[in-house]
């Protein structure tokens, strides 16, 4: 009974080795030759390792009874051979996170090797160059009046006092001035007059030397309003309190913030925002209590889903999977007067996606990861004519840099369209057309239900980034659900736009992509670093 005992309660183990229990059985019996005695002694040194294998607590109580009768020179032996299967089965520390994100993924015509490949090498490279630039990596998001927006959904208004969560804004005269009028709403020839516009309204005079394309410009600005074509809620980019930030030096990281308040900021995505009824309990909610049977029949319901409202968890999963990334790899790993230590946490990655320490969660969080890379990349693909038009520039006011921007965007997109296997979106509301069309507005209502809920992150920073991610994934499902406005939308200002982006829009949308690329690109990172763990 000591051994017994012993090995059933070596489940609590945090670090154990995947290993199938016909290859273990088969060790166990060419080790247990030898009949003999030593059974107290044998179980002790079989414990030490036993916590190290993944075996189900009936394997472990076999194997204890056959090891209860063996000699010493026997019981070597299996340990040696014991660390064998250790060194030659894929049960590593990168194979308990990584052993199902492989292969097809659900509902698309794609694999997990292909986005790696086509991601680290094609798109990640070209896509940080063009997020270093000045029009995409100031975020004009009024941080001072929209960080201290109110919660809408509970009283809690405390803020996170953790000097990391802290963001910094930036001074007027550390943005490019073509950023700071309003002129990135209009061609560059108008942009020039606009200011001209803009002062005559002041003396409340009327400039007609403004050219037929200008006039257009401003009634078509005027006149268009996308709200209802839109998936999530944008800051006011015209208030006059808005700050911009410069998404470079306050980069998405650890900052601390975590627990009670983090969590429910979660638990309100998912409960309440994701089409799930009450009485289905999702795996590993750490605010309700938990039994083993809830992760099957939560998955049931899942597939039990239509293609769309499955599709939409799927996206919320990734973009927290893809977030959990982020927190990893960019953790605050030593702090002293000296300097501040960021890098890859690799335990905290564990906790999160380990296949053990999450009841098989974590892999499925990692392929829905590569789900959302899908989608946006669907929809940089499809937004390729919004700016290949002539008139469309992206005005710092810096023409060099500006033609040259221009120049890599579209060279990123045209890179994206090569994709050989891209999301088919058609597949999406595609029934019947009454029913279709109540789907999708429920499917923006509740996304931008998601966008609201994150005015109630406490930290500054994370609220920064959870925002500029849900615009940016808002926008790609705008564009991917726009294709007639954008196939009719004209090459020239003549006629009043189908389809229009704003700046906040455009860089949202390529940052979000730069995140979700970025964390593809990071799991090479940890795949590396978990194969050198030996456990």
Request: aromatic residues 10%; hydrophobic residues 35%; contains cysteine.
């Amino acid at each position: 009974m000591l051994c017994e005992s012993m090995c059933v309660s070596s489940n609590h183990s945090l670090y154990r080795v995947s290993c199938r229990s016909s290859e273990l059985g088969h060790v166990l019996h060419v080790a247990a030759d030898s009949i003999g005695s030593e059974r107290v002694f044998a179980c002790y040194l079989f414990e030490l390792r036993i916590t190290q294998i993944r075996v189900s607590s009936s394997a472990k109580k076999t194997l204890c009874a056959e090891l209860g009768s063996m000699t010493m020179t026997s019981f070597i032996l299996l340990a040696v051979l014991l660390t064998s299967v250790h060194v030659t089965t894929a049960g590593s520390a990168a194979h308990r996170c990584f052993c199902q994100v492989t292969g097809d993924l659900d509902d698309c015509a794609c694999d997990v090797e292909t986005i790696d490949s086509f991601n680290n090498k094609e798109i990640f490279p070209k896509l940080q160059k063009l997020l270093s630039s000045d029009y995409f990596r100031f975020y004009q998001s009024a941080p001072q009046v929209n960080l201290n927006n109110p919660c809408p959904f509970w009283t809690d208004h405390s803020q996170c006092g953790l000097k990391y969560c802290a963001v910094k804004p930036c001074t007027p005269s550390e943005v490019p001035e073509g950023l700071k009028s309003s002129s990135y709403k209009y061609s560059e020839a108008a942009s020039q007059d606009i200011e001209k516009c803009e002062k005559a309204e002041k003396l409340g005079a009327v400039n007609s030397s403004l050219s037929d394309e200008t006039l257009q410009a401003l009634q078509e600005w005027k006149k268009h309003d996308d709200e209802s074509d839109r998936f999530c809620m944008l800051d006011d980019e015209d208030s006059p309190e808005s700050k911009y930030v410069d998404l470079l030096l306050n980069p998405e990281r650890f900052t601390g913030y975590k627990g009670p308040e983090a969590w429910r900021i979660w638990n309100s995505i998912y409960e309440e925002n994701c089409f799930k009824p009450y009485s289905v309990k999702r795996p590993l909610n750490p605010l309700v209590s938990y039994s083993g049977d809830d992760g099957q029949g939560f998955h049931r319901w899942l597939e039990g889903l239509c293609v769309e409202k499955r599709a939409f968890f799927r996206l919320i999963s990734g973009l927290h999977c893809s977030i959990n990334i982020h927190l990893s790899a960019r953790y605050l790993l030593n702090e002293n007067w000296f300097e501040m230590k960021w890098g890859h946490n690799v335990s905290e990655f564990q906790l999160r996606f380990d296949e053990e320490l999450t009841e098989g969660e974590g892999p499925k969080r990692l392929r829905n990861l590569y789900f959302l890379y899908l989608i946006e990349l669907r929809a940089l693909a499809k937004i390729l004519p919004y700016f290949e038009r002539s008139t469309f520039h992206l005005y710092t006011g810096q023409p060099t840099q500006d033609n040259e921007n221009k120049k890599l965007l579209l060279e990123l997109l045209h890179v994206a369209k090569s994709f050989p296997l891209h999301f088919d979106e058609t597949a999406l509301f595609a029934g019947n057309k009454k029913e279709a069309m109540q789907l999708k507005e429920d499917f923006k209502r509740t996304f931008k239900n998601i966008s609201r809920i994150m005015d109630c992150v406490e930290c500054f920073k994370c609220r920064l980034w959870g925002k500029l991610q849900t615009q940016g994934l808002g926008t790609a499902l705008k564009i991917l659900f726009s294709e007639r406005q954008i196939e009719a939308m004209p090459n020239t200002s003549n006629t009043n736009p189908s389809f229009q982006l704003s700046r906040q829009e455009i860089v949202s949308l390529f940052n979000a992509f730069g995140r979700i690329s970025t964390s593809v690109r990071e799991l090479k990172n940890f795949r590396s670093l978990l194969s050198k763990l030996k456990q």
